[in-house]
T-cell receptor
Framework: DTEVTQTPKHLVMGMTNKKSLKCEQH?????MYWYKQKAKKPPELMFV???????INESVPSRFSPECPNSSLLNLHLHALQPEDSALYLC???????????FGSGTQLSVL | GESVGLHLPTLSVQEGDNSIINCAYS??????FIWYKQESGKGPQFIID?????DKRQGQRVTVLLNKTVKHLSLQIAATQPGDSAVYFC?????????????FGQGTTLQVKP
């Protein structure tokens, strides 16, 4: 299994909703990542988990809350988002930090 | 500002020709570079990588060149095919050590004309 699986593929939520994005990999990778990508822009790093511990938080607003329940799973909890948070949210994993990243297909999020 | 950038936002080539996509970086401490391809509606797909102790690396139909003197990276695609049409990003491991902080350049859209 060489895939990073993200669910859901699409999500529409209101500004008062609470939702979660999920990511799963079974490659034995020990680093997992969340990136945000706006249309026609490069992916922007949000969070890095290394060996299940949060190692990088790129000054992301607290309405985004990451969680790494185990080495195969990564969640991103969303609460009280703003319309400008609408974007493609990409999960990635790597064998360890600083190795090449493998990306999922992303969750396309729309905040109304 | 961006520490990794590409020279051209769009590159149009004829099918069968070779393509060269360029990237400049500014962080001299970066020691690992990766090229990704992103098709519409998909996540970035790994193409090829290179570490700073090398200046050239070849894959299937692709070659990456690294010039540390001028902090320049390029991706060469041989015999470009319609399936190569996509956005290409260079990415830089930002800073020294195993930080896991991979920063992407702005991207070049490759259009292949039949």
């Amino acid at each position: 299994d060489t895939e990073v699986t993200q669910t859901p593929k699409h999500l529409v939520m209101g500004m008062t909703n609470k939702k979660s994005l999920k990511c799963e990999q079974h490659m034995g990778h020990r680093a997992m990542y969340w990136y945000k990508q706006k249309a026609k822009k490069p992916p922007e790093l949000m969070f890095v988990y290394s060996y299940e511990k949060l190692s990088i938080n790129e000054s992301v607003p607290s309405r985004f809350s990451p969680e790494c329940p185990n080495s195969s799973l990564l969640n991103l909890h969303l609460h009280a988002l703003q319309p400008e948070d609408s974007a493609l949210y990409l999960c990635a994993s790597s064998q360890d930090p600083a190795e090449k990243l493998f990306f999922g297909s992303g969750t396309q999020l729309s905040v109304l | 500002g961006e520490s990794v950038g590409l020279h051209l936002p769009t590159l149009s080539v004829q099918e069968g020709d070779n393509s060269i996509i360029n990237c400049a970086y500014s962080n001299s401490a970066s020691d690992y570079f990766i090229w990704y391809k992103q098709e519409s509606g998909k996540g970035p797909q790994f193409i090829i990588d290179i570490r700073s102790n090398m200046d050239k690396r070849q894959g299937q139909r692709v070659t990456v060149l690294l010039n540390k003197t001028v902090k320049h990276l390029s991706l060469q695609i041989a015999a470009t095919q319609p399936g190569d049409s996509a956005v290409y990003f260079c990415a830089e491991n930002h800073g020294s050590g195993n930080t896991g902080k991979l920063i992407f350049g702005q991207g070049t859209t490759l259009q292949v004309k039949p």
